[in-house]
């Protein structure tokens, strides 16, 4: 049986029968469910360099009890990295001929960029997770005025409403869940 990899492509593919956006989904790369977007480091490709066919699922027409698209699409791989994914062997050769150094510098900037979205996003979530936790733990200090220390914590603390919400840290989740990344697949 196996487990299939997703492969997000932007623009979206269509389906040739029906028009709806199809999900891309492969067996050629390690078998983890990862989900892969061009410019994203292939695991396990059967090729270093080179082109791989695919057929379309369409979950759509399947539903419909239409035939299934006897379309394919290419994968387009340059040193076990996703380089594109056409929808013609011809537009595939072509796609692979083309690429240089250029589309590797934006790939590499694109990851590095996506690595401190996902840094910065874990690092704000655990940094309130811990004001929280100091929160419910906290002590007055004997060594400073009540006012104080008051006016101090306001600077450094979690904002009042996520502090008197019923499930404080369902509320801390949730503002974080508004500026993370989007998540594809199960890494």
């Known amino acids: ?39 994203s480091r292939i695991s396990g490709s059967p090729v270093l360099s080179g082109i791989l066919a695919e057929s379309v699922f369409c979950l759509d027409c399947r539903r419909a009890g239409r035939e299934q698209p006897d379309d394919a699409i290419f994968l387009v791989i340059w040193h076990s990295i996703l380089a594109g994914v056409e929808r013609t062997e011809p537009d595939a050769e072509s796609r692979l001929a083309s690429i240089d150094r250029l589309d590797l510098i934006e ?11 996902s840094k910065r996003c874990f690092w ?58 989007e998540r594809d697949g199960l890494f």
């Open 107 to 117: 790939w590499l900037d694109e990851a590095q960029r996506a690595e401190r979205d």
């Open 1 to 39: 049986m196996g487990l299939f990899d997703t492969i997000i492509v932007d623009p979206p593919l269509t389906c040739s029968r029906c028009g709806v956006e199809l999900e891309i989904q492969t067996k050629h790369f390690d078998p983890a469910q990862m989900t892969y977007r061009v410019g």
């Open 124 to 181: 704000d979530l655990y940094r309130d997770v811990e004001m929280w936790h100091e929160h419910l733990h906290r002590e007055d200090s004997e060594d400073q005025s009540p006012s104080a220390a008051r006016s101090f914590a306001r600077i450094f603390r979690l904002p009042d409403e996520v502090l008197a919400a019923e499930d404080p840290l369902d509320e801390i989740l949730k503002r974080h869940k508004e500026t993370s990344p």
